[in-house]
């Protein structure tokens, strides 16, 4: 079996002690679950001398105060519903979705957050991807998925991003400029290579749920009942009024290299879900998601799934409304 | 006669359960082993190619290693079958899949050893090389065995009965083809060894991941070139192997070669990619299935043609190939037959044994073209396997025999309690029931290896202390073989099961055993103990006779003691009385051997399949098929098996669920996929074996035929139920959304393609009547 390469792990008691073990540190990385770093270190794809294990901040542990959830809260915690999370039934949905129990547990917000983008190419030992002579992704010049082209389109795959996206949740990023607070959608770039748009020594800290959320769902597709990534994930808040469509936000996963709004649903306000609403919806989401060959389950599928997986949690949001 | 035994019959915890539950087994990657070194595997990158280099100096001047071996340290070539050892322990010449050993090393800790494979240069010429099996057989394809050109490994041609008369009088006939992924074991424990040779002596001592000690001892003696007596192989808890670790596998030559070159002690763990990149899974078959059948349902001929895709040697493949063919046979009254098998090789990790052996694929287009005939027809299903049962005992066309057959019993169990008749057709949108029928055997009839032994040894240890020992060289990898034979020994001997401990494959200890294959272990070597236990008991009863002063007729044995009349005694006076007797500690040797009469048909390649007894099982699976996603929820599995008698309920309970669940992840979700023959399904994430989330209640009934030749009637209990689920399953999508999947695993992805091309063929449809 392949050993894992060395590395020291730092347990800073603060963010600012975060902040400056970081700058102390170049090429160090931060460490929660480590239930998907680990898992590629030990594939060979990286070796950091240093991790900084976000952990040890208790106020990064933290449910709360107000509408705030640290970076190192599981998503075991997420799932168990805790009260401050009743308002919130997609996030507990996504976070209970997440691989299985072990996983969970270890598993944090901040991580699910901040996955490394996944392919079939990428997510393998170091004897495989030598064999193809690596991706562009990662030591490699060639895209294996998209040979002509000179972009990764390894896919993001987290469960909570489009939950927090379709309730509008806003981030904390640390770093050497202190604290920032931004849409969540700031941080999410259409780059399977570079997908985080985090600065150098910035790291996720937390996000903030919006008060009075619309209802929202969340549900994905995936081969198996647990520990698949979603092949597509989807999210939806709606609000209706006198029977139409008020409000909506879509939010996506696993179909492309960043989890993403869907644009353009203004057009479906002020008409009830019925059937022809949930064919132009799902005409919405086929057109702007774009998944590729980096699942083993066809692209098509994906696109097809994510649309109809779109139609029938908004039908089920309204139909409880 | 259930009512007399008290020890075989009852549900019985496995008598190495208390270790497992708690953690105390020892497994082979955990065997203490204070300063083994760390043997680490150099793997293929290339698919094809003719080896020009491979430089180990470097690797082998680094400090910490101990030995570096190539192919050049192993002229011998190895493998299952002794008319196909076709496989270098490490590449020699040429290179035939990705993954593939080129070269060894071991070293003092796991850094080192990554270091040393990073230092050895390898230079391959590429050749072209061939992935599928169309591929491999196309006229201008590179042959990957210069003896076998067109890559065929073999092909076989069985002709039973008339099947153009046959056809001729069949009033529906389906001809369609049916195929199937190639699918692995994904037993829990990934592949381990542990060997230490001592250089004095030239001894080597083997602990190993094996299903089958003795065919790891033959060919470290032959790889190794090692008098056997210089070998001792021992099993240690093993997790799971469902047919893996039939076959020795590279790793563990290596791992002795290594040893020998090191002169200690190596331990090679593989990861999980190594692991299935080992493979010897079910291979990719492709099944033209034509069947015919009258307007009553009587069956009245089949033709298959099966080609398997086995990947880059040999192994067990022609037998792979000859079950595929003979057990389309043993199931139903199927009067005429024509097979053509072609077992193909391509640049792929080979392909091996795993549970149903030969017999999943082509049962999955048998039952499938019978469901689809029965459609045709207007028959139920049920009546059309009714129309054609067995009447036993019997013999088949191409000669197997059938002795007890409780497939009727186990078809009414499941049509009763699956409310079949009141509830198929009646369950609404998306939702349906489906059913098949499978088989397997008790054993192969005819051991792979012909050196006149019986097929089974056991012997019965009894000493001072009244504890009697089962010594025997069958591996209980998890199946619950060690605890049958505990019980079978402890049923003739009337003493209770605590009073029998078994010791199981150490070739020091224990007699020879064929191993754990074909569900053989509790047929054979359940029979072998019995007859151990029936001569322990007739010296216990001299003793007794002498003892108690009464002829050895008059002697009764029951409950642990023996009466003569009005007089007693103990089963410790008894023993006491038998060592004085026979001057100490007795062995009595128990054995069994299948009769020629059962070895199988006359035609060539007749020997695989017979068997003594066949298990049989019939299932309903429910489902649920959600159109919208394509993904199909098992609602509920009932399945009934004759497994002739049940010595351990609970145990066979456990694996006819184990089996019809394997099933249910080839139906649904296991493949393995290759880029350009690189592995693409080779970790857990990837293989997608069901989840316990995935995973349906399974009602499982018992049917005791009482086989006039198993032990206590007994039958084989673990593989039987496996095949007739992936064609049950297809049934009950058929009947939720009338799409025919012909295709394994019917992923969510393929059913969801299937049903958008309904609707786009139904809509030309439309488009083209208004048109």
Known sequence: ?321 | MRNARAVVGQPTPLIDGIEKVTGQAVYTADLPAEGALVGRILRSKEAHGRIRRIDIEAARALPGVRAVITGADCPLTYGVLPIAMNEPVLAREVVRYRGEPLAAVAADDAVTAAAALALIAVEIDPLPACFTAAAARAPDAVALHADKPGNLEREVHHRFGDVEAGFAAADFIREHVYSCAEVAHAQMEPHAALASFDPERGQLLMQSTSQVPYYLHLMLARCLDLDPAAIRVVKPFIGGGFGARVEVLNFELITALLARASGGTVRMVLSREETFLTHRGRPETEIRLKLGITAAGRLTACAAEVVQRGGAYAGYGIVTILYAGALLQGLYDLPALRYDGYRVYANLPPCGAMRGHGAVDVRFAFEAALDALAAEAGLDPFALRRANLLAAPTETPNGLRVESYGLGTCLDWVEAASGWRARRGRLGPGRGLGMACSHYVSGAAKPIHWTGEPHAVVHLRLDFDGGITVLTGAADIGQGSSTVMAQAAAEVLGVPLARVRVIAADSALTPKDNGSYSSRVTFMVGNATIAAARALRERLVAAAAVLLDAPEAAVEDAGGQFHAGERVASFAEVTRAALAREGGAITAKGSFTCPEPFQGGKHRGGAVGATMGFSYAAQVVEVAVDAETGAITVEQVWVAQDCGFAINPLAVEGQIQGAVWMGMGQALSEETGYESGLALHASMLDYKVPTILDSPPIAVHVVESLDPNGPFGAKEASEGALAGFPPALAAAVADAVGLRMDRLPITPDRLLEALAQRARAGRLARALEVA
């Open chain 1, 1 to 321: 079996m392949e050993p894992l390469a060395p590395f020291r792990v730092l347990a800073p008691a603060s963010i600012a002690e975060a902040v400056a073990a970081a700058a102390a540190h170049q090429g160090a990385r931060f460490l929660a679950g480590g239930t998907d770093l680990l898992v590629n270190l030990r594939h060979g794809i990286g070796a950091p001398g240093v991790l900084i294990d976000l952990r040890s901040i208790p106020e990064l542990r933290r449910l709360g105060p107000d509408r705030g959830i640290g970076a190192a809260v599981t998503l075991a915690e997420i799932a168990a519903a805790p009260p401050m999370l009743a308002a919130y039934p997609a996030l507990i949905a996504a976070a209970a979705s997440v691989a299985g129990p072990a996983h969970r547990a270890a598993g944090t917000l901040g991580g699910n957050l901040c996955l490394d983008t996944r392919c079939i190419f990428y997510n393998r030992g170091e004897w495989w991807r030598s064999a193809t002579a690596f991706c562009l992704k990662h030591r490699g010049e060639t895209c294996h998925v998209a040979p002509t082209g000179h972009r990764c389109h390894a896919a993001f795959s987290g469960d909570l991003a489009p939950a927090l996206l379709a309730y509008d949740a806003e981030m904390r990023i640390a770093g050497p400029d202190g604290l920032r607070t931004e849409p969540l959608s700031a941080l999410y770039a259409e780059d399977g290579a570079a997908h985080l748009r985090l600065g150098p020594g910035e790291f996720l800290a937390g996000v903030i749920l919006p008060p009075d959320p619309w209802p929202a769902a969340y549900a994905k597709a995936r081969t198996r009942g647990a520990i698949d990534f979603p092949l597509a994930g989807v999210a939806v808040a709606l609000r209706t009024e006198a029977g139409s469509v008020a409000g909506l936000r879509v939010a996506l996963t696993g179909t492309n290299a960043r989890p993403f709004l869907l644009a353009g649903t203004e057009a479906l306000l002020g008409t009830p879900v019925d059937a022809a609403w949930r064919d132009r919806l799902g005409r919405l989401v086929q057109k702007q998601v774009s998944p590729m060959r980096t699942t083993l389950a066809a692209a098509h599928y994906r696109r097809r799934v994510a649309a109809a997986l779109a139609g029938r949690v908004a039908a089920q949001l309204a139909e409880a409304a």
